[in-house]
């Protein structure tokens, strides 16, 4: 790391220790918290629920502080976990130091950590979820070469009293980009990145959205920060922690927050659309080659396309995920990609593919310097997913698609025939929606198509059985086939089914 990121990383630890977060020691820590006065340190680790959870610890000595540094702590997985049995659930938890920050919002100074799964004979849990993404990605990096990085575009709204939209009322559905006083709660997202930061998010920007609308009591405001790509495993804890901090800002504001995928009948939900870039091990990007999307970019929509459908049983799983896949809300329906296209399923966003002069332009006559070439941006955008995604199990199998669509030979002949560059949800191009084939429109047909794609998940016990079979039994339980057409028109009960699902995940 360059002596100016330290200088300019708003991670505390990264500053102080004056070393990236990835090469933070047991002795970094140590040395942290003595040198800094911390009193407590808090292990955390995600559940079943895809929360976080707290062990919290008050720091007695250094012997004491060494000890669970060096050994972690156990808990009972039994309780974390519907796998674990009572019989044999004690689990232990051991801290990763990269991901090491000084909590925002304690009383006192504590660090926190986040923590992975071990069982009692010191071998990482199979069925844990971060273990899942690592096995997944350390056999994709094996397979190809290559290096999976991803990044989340975390969507939220923010519910307050109708009285915070009383001067300068915001136009319904008009949100976009909106700045103070229309965007009531510009505040708040900001004070969430710098947290965010903080705690090691890597943020690309953030702004309000386009879903802003009044009831009769209450004004509802939709809001998204976006992060820029890193390594998997990564972009999975920046996203689990920034859910915990916008949750935490809630209560510091006295509001309400949902990432959920619908919020209200007829206005649209948040998604969590989940950017991918595939990376040399030195970092480089190879999306693009000669001005244009390489073959392992097309390669890769294709493995994902291939698998979409069993994909939607981690990145939707609840049943108004499927009231936000339906026509003309931004959402997909259909498996197709396109460039640009905000209609397909995967949509390759501009990249600053071509070498261009726009900021020489746009200073005519200053800016008199040739501008230099800044390549690596582009990524790609799987746009199925929404805030209910299980994320650690969702980006494990986007991984594990990515692979299959670099290895198959006919990826490319599948990504040609999938190719569509034209809004699908237009009348006049009914015709070419027709020929593709739907997502599924339930938890249950979303559990059915993971039960026909098992093996696939299972393959190398990267996804152990009973992790598959928990999906699909969870899914179903939701009986929720045919749920839009029973649903249709009954505004009644999809508000109670829709406050039933506001806080997932």
């Known amino acids: 790391m360059r002596q100016y990121e330290i200088s300019l990383n708003p991670n505390r630890l990264v500053k102080y220790l004056r070393k990236p977060a990835k090469e933070f020691t047991r002795h970094d820590i140590i040395r942290y918290i003595e040198e800094n006065q911390i009193e407590q340190l808090n292990f955390r680790y995600v559940g079943e629920d895809g929360k976080l959870k707290t062990l919290n610890f008050v720091i007695t000595s250094r012997d004491y502080l060494e000890s669970i540094l060096s050994t972690g702590e156990r808990v009972d997985g039994s309780s974390l976990f519907s ?3 009572a019989a044999s659930s004690d689990l232990y938890v051991i801290p990763r130091f990269k991901t090491a920050f000084q909590n925002p919002f304690s009383d006192v100074p504590t660090v926190d950590i986040l923590c992975s799964y071990y069982t009692k004979d010191g071998s990482p849990l199979a069925s844990a979820p971060e273990n899942i993404l690592r096995k ?13 990085k991803a990044m989340g575009e975390l969507e939220y709204y923010v519910i ?8 300068f009322p915001a136009v319904d559905q008009k949100g976009y980009h909106s700045a103070k006083p229309y965007a009531k709660w510009e505040h708040f997202r900001v004070e969430a990145m710098r947290l965010i930061a903080q705690c090691g998010g890597k943020i690309k920007y ?4 386009v879903g802003c609308f009044t009831t009769e009591t209450e004004y509802f405001e939709q809001n998204e920060i976006e992060f820029v790509p890193v390594d998997a495993e990564d972009a999975v804890d920046q996203l689990i922690v920034a859910k915990w901090i916008v949750r935490n800002l809630a209560v510091k504001y006295g509001v309400n927050i949902s990432f959920a995928p619908k919020i209200t009948v007829g206005k649209a939900g948040s998604g969590l659309h989940i950017h991918f870039m595939i990376c040399d091990p030195e970092g480089n990007n190879l999306m693009v080659e000669n001005e244009a999307l390489s073959d392992i970019t097309k390669k890769t929509i294709a493995g994902l396309l291939k698998h979409t459908k069993s994909l939607t049983a981690f990145g939707n799983t609840v049943p108004t995920s499927y009231l936000r896949l339906v026509p003309h809300q931004e959402a997909p329906t259909n498996i197709c990609w396109g460039e640009t296209n905000r209609s397909a399923l ?4 501009l990249g600053w593919i071509l070498k261009t002069n726009m900021v020489k332009d746009a200073n005519y006559p200053y800016e008199i310097a040739e501008v230099p070439y800044i390549p690596g941006k582009q990524s790609a955008e799987l746009r199925v997913p929404d805030g209910s995604a299980d994320l650690y199990h969702l980006i494990a199998g986007m991984i594990m698609a990515a692979q299959d669509g670099l290895m198959s030979e006919d990826s490319l002949k599948r990504a040609k025939e999938l190719y569509v560059n034209v809004n699908i949800f237009k009348e006049e ?9 739907k997502l599924p429109q339930s938890c249950y047909e979303s559990a059915d198509c993971l039960d026909s794609d098992r093996e696939f998940y299972e393959a190398d016990e990267i996804f152990p059985k009973g992790t598959i079979d928990r999906f699909i039994r969870q899914l179903k339980s939701y009986e929720d086939k045919g749920l839009s057409e029973k649903l249709y028109g009954k505004h009644e009960e999809i508000r109670k089914l829709v406050d039933k699902h506001l806080q997932c995940m």
């Open 160 to 167: 307050s009293p109708k009285s915070e939209n009383e001067r």
């Open 83 to 85: 796998f674990v049995g």
């Open 429 to 437: 191009h009914r015709h070419i929606q027709d020929r593709l084939e």
């Open 136 to 148: 997944a990605h350390r056999r994709f990096q094996a397979a190809t070469g290559h290096v999976f």
């Open 206 to 209: 953030s702004h309000s959205e």
């Open 346 to 349: 995967v949509r390759v966003p």
